[in-house]
């Protein structure tokens, strides 16, 4: 099977009647360099190392060597395809707000400017952090070309489903973005799905259609689908927030009701704390189709 064309990947299970085989089973392992093969091995969770190599991990039922190897395959297959371009930093204005002039085309650099001085004006009087007032939450997504509309109705319109984006600083990973469609069921399944930003554009396509929920935002029942671009640039200034600002500790769009004609964030609140010292920057760089 090693030297069969046809033959994609091999899983190379030993089940002797005593202990003892694995160096034969390593043999097989590296017969033939090149082909995935996993190796199960009910003895031995290593096989032996063969020419100064490494031991060989081996799982000890076939079903998680088949399990190990589909992870494998959906790896690779998420590294080849192609992330599309990176989370755009340029949104229309948001009328009616003091932000007004900070947001809009070729102003972004500006409007994350002011979003720095405010969380940094809270640190500076309250040194441990706090929770936002409505006011300084609503000011920090204008300026990140996200209008919270809380005088919104509570619940989503008609064909509307409600979701919750929450960004946190995570202690290890950095800027942790998560999405889910609101909900007990959603609670108590655990039906969230989480990316460490930067983020690109098919990033955050994959975050938002991975929840189980996701056939709701399609029209799921007969019911008309959501604007998922709209639903996606939310996300995105979403990560991009956390991104350029690791003093929010956290932040939690608890109600985004996602509709035919765009998307509202109707609930939000978010909490500042001393900026950790992010040392992963070279794991969370952004990746190309080609890495």
């Known amino acids: 099977m090693q030297a069969d064309p046809d033959c994609d990947a091999v899983v190379a299970c030993l089940a002797p009647p005593l202990s003892g085989g694995a160096a034969a089973l390593a043999r097989v392992v590296g017969s033939v360099p090149g082909k995935p093969t996993v190796a199960c091995a009910m003895d031995s969770r290593f096989l032996p190392a063969r020419d100064g190599t490494a031991p060989v991990p081996a799982l000890p039922l076939p079903e998680d060597a088949v399990r190990a190897l589909a992870a494998v395959v959906r790896y690779a297959a998420w590294r080849r395809r192609d992330p599309g371009p990176a989370v755009a930093r340029s949104w229309d204005r948001v009328p009616g707000t003091d932000a007004d002039a900070l947001v809009g085309p070729g102003v972004t650099g500006v409007a994350t400017a002011h979003a720095r001085r405010l969380v940094e004006d809270v640190l500076e009087r309250h040194p441990f952090g706090r929770d936002l007032a409505p006011d300084e939450v609503a ?10 509309r809380p005088d919104a109705p509570g619940g989503p319109p008609s064909a509307g489903v409600a979701c919750r984006v929450t960004t946190t600083e995570d202690p290890l990973f950095g800027p942790l973005v998560s999405f889910a469609v609101a909900g007990e069921a959603a609670d108590l399944l655990g039906d969230v799905a989480y990316r ?6 098919g990033d955050v396509a994959d975050l938002v259609g991975e929840v189980r929920a996701a056939p709701l935002l399609s029209g799921y029942g007969g019911r008309e689908p ?6 996606r640039a939310t996300v995105g200034r979403a990560s991009l927030l956390a991104e350029d600002l690791p003093q929010v500790a956290r932040l939690v769009l608890d109600r985004v009701v996602a509709h035919p004609g765009g998307c509202d964030v109707v ?3 978010a909490s500042v704390a001393p900026a950790p010292d992010r040392a992963d920057t070279g794991r969370r760089a952004l990746r190309t189709a080609s890495a």
């Not at 000011?139 to 919270?148: D, E, I």
């Not at 460490?196 to 554009?201: Q, T």
């Not at 959501?226 to 639903?231: Q, R």
């Open 139 to 148: 000011y920090l997504l204008q300026c990140y070309g996200l209008r919270w």
């Open 226 to 231: 959501v604007d998922t671009a709209a639903l």
């Open 267 to 269: 609930g939000a609140h």
């Open 196 to 201: 460490i930003a930067p983020l690109r554009e």
